[in-house]
Nanobody, 124 residues
């Protein structure tokens, strides 16, 4: 059983930056690919970024490519999402998720464990 706890959300102005963190416990962290998803009010949850288990290969949604960077520190059991050039449309609850062995890709249904989410609000 893996527990995920996100932190780092908040309120920033358009063009600002935030760094989200996700702390994992209770499992072999290096066995999980890690993803970030987000859900805005009235919208479905959508894929944001993913990082592989060990080699660190990454994948991004087109909407965040070039602005967001996902990274992980297996020694600290943590994954991060550095967000820059933030836009009002980035406003959402951001969720960290764990995918055992990394086969889920961008499909949220393939992730076994989820955090509780952290609110990110971008003011215009």
């Amino acid at each position: 059983q893996v527990q995920l706890v996100e932190s780092g959300g908040g309120l920033v102005q358009t063009g600002g930056s935030l760094r989200l963190s996700c702390a994992a416990s209770g499992g072999a962290f290096s066995m999980y690919a890690m993803g970030w998803f987000r859900q805005a009010p009235g919208k479905e949850r959508e894929f944001v970024a993913k990082i592989s288990r060990s080699r660190g290969s990454t994948n991004y949604a087109d909407s965040v490519k070039g602005r967001f960077t996902i990274s992980r520190d297996n020694a600290k059991n943590a994954v991060y999402l550095q967000m820059s050039s933030l836009k009002p449309e980035d406003t959402a609850i951001y969720y960290c998720a764990a995918d055992y062995l990394g086969g889920a890709g961008q499909d949220s249904g393939g992730y076994e464990y989820w955090g509780q989410g952290t609110q990110v609000t971008i003011s215009s």
